[in-house]
């Protein structure tokens, strides 16, 4: 158990932590990306999450402002075709650069591991599901990734510890970054792929969002290795994202995720056997996508057909 921690802001105790579970013990570092502009989600994830996280470990993260880069808004990668879509992709350029920011953060403060959250989530105290976060962090060597929830679409994957109605899953790249644990043994890798301040609308043209880069790009790195907790320890809540700046109802669209697809069916083996094909289509899509970009600008909004 960890020990009791009394933290306060402005004068006032805004944790007790009294025995947490032991999981958390293992974990260095917990840092929650946080607009500079949106102090009250941060306020409201204190306080959400004073129960079950051990708030002595958690840091703010002050979140980049994608729109408030130099280079947003500017050629070559901001056109008339771009347009009204432009602000999007200032907010997922920032999230981007929010996310490799985070992993930096880690490597400097020289923590083993460290579990990056976004500032809009509620973290589950469900025994097995700590139970498999425990064993993860106890068990897993080398080069991996784990989730502590992800979004639709549903991952194939095969499981690899039970406890309980939840379970660790090694999985395929998942689409999700709310909540994931990264070891020091990924730092340098995710780092020297991951979008800097003087390439990151052309990292975007490439790679369209951090969680698409996830998904298709750092899980198919050769020897690293991709888990999930099912179901989720730490669930999105409904609420105003910061890069679309357009309301999400989590809940109703990816909230009670699936448990994983497993390999072991018609469908999972011919899942496996795609899977060259897909990530070629992948990477030819971002070659087209990049070259687009370049010439014309970044992506607006698709029309729709009337």
């Known amino acids: 158990m960890t ?53 002595d470990k958690v840091h703010r993260l002050s979140a980049v402002l994608g ?14 075709r771009t347009a009204e879509r432009a602000s999007y992709w200032g907010g997922a350029g920032g999230c981007s650069l929010s996310h490799a920011k985070a992993i930096a953060t ?14 809009d989530v509620i973290t589950g105290n469900h025994p097995d599901a700590l139970a498999m976060l425990e064993y993860a962090l106890t068990n897993l060597k080398g080069e991996y990734m784990l989730y502590l ?5 549903t991952p ?9 109605e939840h379970a660790l899953w090694q999985v395929e790249g998942v689409l999700s970054t709310f909540a994931y644990l990264v070891p020091e043994s990924m ?32 899980a198919s790195i050769p020897g690293v290795k991709v888990y999930a907790i099912q179901p989720d320890l730490v669930v999105h809540i409904d609420g105003v994202s910061d890069v679309s ?24 083996i011919l899942h496996v056997l795609g899977t060259p094909f897909r990530r070629l289509k992948v990477k030819l ?16 909004f698709r029309k729709r057909r009337k």
């Not at 020990?3 to 805004?14: E, P």
């Not at 032991?22 to 306020?43: F, P, Q, Y």
């Not at 729109?67 to 008339?80: A, C, D, H, I, V």
Request: hydrophobic letters at 35%.
């Open 187 to 218: 730092y340098d890798r995710l780092l020297e792929l991951m979008p800097t301040e003087e390439n990151i609308w052309e990292w975007m043209s490439i790679h369209r969002a951090i969680d698409t880069f996830y998904k298709d790009t750092a």
């Open 3 to 55: 020990t009791t921690v009394a933290l306060t802001r402005g004068g006032n105790i805004i944790m007790d932590s009294s025995k947490l579970h032991s999981a958390w013990d293992l974990v260095d570092g917990v840092l929650v990306i946080n607009l500079d502009t949106s102090k009250e989600r941060m306020d409201k994830f204190l306080k959400d999450n004073a129960g079950t996280l051990p708030l």
């Open 67 to 80: 729109r408030n880069l130099p280079s947003y808004g500017k050629e070559p990668w901001f056109t008339e």
């Open 156 to 164: 194939y994957g095969c499981s690899v510890q039970k406890a309980g």
């Open 106 to 119: 880690a490597k400097e403060n020289g923590w083993r591991n460290v579990l990056i959250m976004e500032d």
């Open 245 to 268: 700046g357009s309301a999400i109802t989590y809940t109703d669209k990816y909230d009670n995720t699936l448990k994983p697809h497993s390999y072991a069916t018609p469908a999972g």
């Open 285 to 300: 899509n971002a070659i087209r996508t990049h070259r687009r970009a370049l010439n014309g600008g970044l992506p607006g």
């Open 149 to 153: 929830g992800y979004s639709r679409p």
